[in-house]
Nanobody, 119 residues
Framework: QVQLVESGGILAQPEGSLRLSCAAS????????MSWVRQAPGKGLEWVGG????????YYTNSVKGRFTISKDNAKNTVYLQMNNLKPEDTAVYYC????????????WGQGTQVTVSS
């Protein structure tokens, strides 16, 4: 059974930091591109960034470049999203996703974790 389980979402203050984790099971983690996707209140899905299978390449949407970092631990089947200098507009439900190749549909999704940035 495929599972992506996110954790780490909480209420954070502006300019604060937070790290989300996503534990994967039920598929060959090392063969998949892992991404984070978010959905802000009342808005559509927004791709945040992704990391390739061996962790050598990462990509980010412009609004989070320089603030967010994605990493992965293949031994633990876990992908992380380190978020620094948080802004209120980062408030969203954050989803962990997996797909086999760039441009293809995200095959697996987690249940999401809520991040709220507010003073």
């Amino acid at each position: 059974q495929v599972q992506l389980v996110e954790s780490g979402g909480i209420l954070a203050q502006p300019e604060g930091s937070l790290r989300l984790s996503c534990a994967a099971s039920g598929f060959t983690f090392n063969d998949y591109i892992m991404s984070w996707v978010r959905q802000a209140p009342g808005k559509g899905l927004e791709w945040v960034g992704g990391i390739y299978t061996d962790g050598s390449d990462t990509y980010y949407t412009n609004s989070v470049k320089g603030r967010f970092t994605i990493s992965k631990d293949n031994a633990k089947n876990t992908v992380y999203l380190q978020m620094n200098n948080l802004k209120p507009e980062d408030t969203a439900v954050y989803y962990c996703t997996a797909r086999r190749a760039p441009g293809t549909a995200w095959q697996y999704w987690g249940q999401g974790t809520q991040v709220t940035v507010s003073s």
